[in-house]
């Protein structure tokens, strides 16, 4: 078992950052692909960034591409996304995820998920 959790979501303007982190405890960190996905009130759950486990493979949402940052310390079993520039349209609950196998575009291959942490952007 993993247990993943999260922490640093908000509410904050358009333009502005926020930073999250996903905590890991159970199995060894870096044995596994980690990556964030989100899900925005009525939508479906979407891939926003995922990375490798020795951190030297990384891709990104178009819709978030240049903007965030995905980033890992196998040290501290945490994985990070730094979020720039936000707009109205990345507000989500955004959730982190591990598995084994990476690149983690899909829900098939998540082997665990976070509880969540909401991200709001105000107009």
């Known amino acids: 078992q993993v247990q993943l959790v999260e922490s640093g979501g908000g509410l904050v303007q358009a333009g502005g950052s926020l930073s999250l982190s996903c905590a890991a405890s159970g199995r060894t960190f870096s044995n596994y692909a980690m990556g964030w996905f989100r899900q925005a009130p009525g939508k479906e759950r979407k891939f926003v960034a995922t990375i490798s486990q020795s951190g030297a493979i990384i891709y990104y949402a178009e819709s978030v591409k240049g903007r965030f940052t995905i980033s890992r310390d196998n040290a501290k079993n945490t994985v990070y996304l730094q979020m720039n520039s936000l707009e109205p349209e990345d507000t989500a609950v955004y959730y982190c995820?591990?598995?084994?196998?990476?690149?983690?575009?899909?829900?098939?291959?998540?082997?665990?998920w976070g509880q969540g942490t909401q991200v709001t952007v105000s107009s």
């Open positions: 995820a591990a598995g084994r196998v990476g690149p983690l575009y899909t829900d098939s291959r998540i082997n665990y």
